[in-house]
């Protein structure tokens, strides 16, 4: 079964600086990878989706990189701003699945 | 474009009572899903219908049961409720299923459901 981990489960960060979320996924055979935010009580919204082939994807400040052979995937955000905080999710969809398997997110807080 | 949307947003429950979520997608999306989110443990897939007319269970499917009621439409029902099944409820939905198709899933606003 996959498994996926995120660290660290938590992160602060001044306004303004650069700062990298981590995934990492036990199972290399994926079909793509997908990073989602997450509000508090809040739904999922969709922020980047990389496919097997891809190696980085962007979004404005966002910029999301797949290493499928080592198993990870990196989440930049550039020049953080505290409307920036939330929880980060990520989610990997295997090949023949129907299934997203998530991890349990990167909690960030963006201190102004 | 509404996206995904679920109904109710918060329920408290009795234990031994039974209720259905609601979930209408309008994109036209083939695939539709049930996750749970618990503290600590992520999203869990419930059950899943890669199109209409198809259900099948996911990694804890255990006390639900599902209803693709055409395209638009995927009602997830708790027969009869526990502790256990307290959680956060989400309704996504995708353009393909079956490991096929490049499209990412679009998400609902969530369902709270306690259960006394």
């Known amino acids: 079964k996959q498994e996926v981990t995120q660290i660290p489960a938590a992160l602060s960060v001044p306004e303004g600086e650069n700062l990298v979320l981590n995934c990492s996924f036990t199972?290399?055979?994926?079909?793509?990878l997908q990073w989602f935010r997450q509000d508090p009580g809040k739904g999922l919204t969709s922020l980047l989706l990389?496919?097997?082939?891809?190696r980085e994807q962007t979004s404005g400040r966002l910029n999301a990189s797949l290493d499928k052979s080592s198993g990870r995937s990196t989440l930049y955000i550039a020049a953080s701003q505290p409307g920036d905080s939330a929880t980060y999710l990520c989610?990997?969809?295997?090949?023949?699945?129907?299934?997203?398997?998530f991890g349990t997110g990167t909690r960030l807080t963006v201190i102004p | 474009n509404a996206g995904v949307t679920q109904t109710p947003k918060f329920q408290v429950l009795k234990t031994g009572q039974s209720m259905t979520l609601q979930c209408a997608q309008d994109?036209?999306?083939?695939?539709m899903y049930w996750y749970r989110q618990d503290p600590g443990m992520g999203l869990r897939l419930i059950y899943y219908?890669?199109?209409?007319?198809?259900?099948d269970k996911g990694e804890v499917p255990n006390g639900y049961n599902v209803s693709r009621l055409n395209k638009r439409e995927f009602s997830l029902r708790l027969e009869s409720a526990a502790p256990s099944q307290t959680s956060v409820y989400f309704c996504?939905?995708?353009?393909?299923?079956?490991?096929?198709?490049?499209?990412?899933?679009?998400f609902g606003s969530g369902t709270r459901l306690t259960v006394v």
């Open positions: 990389i496919q097997s082939s891809q």
């Open positions: 989610a990997v969809r295997d090949t023949g699945a129907n299934n997203l398997f």
């Open positions: 994109m036209n999306h083939n695939s």
């Open positions: 199972d290399s055979a994926i079909y793509n």
């Open positions: 996504a939905s995708s353009v393909r299923g079956g490991g096929r198709g490049t499209y990412g899933y679009t």
């Open positions: 219908s890669a199109s209409e007319g198809t259900t």
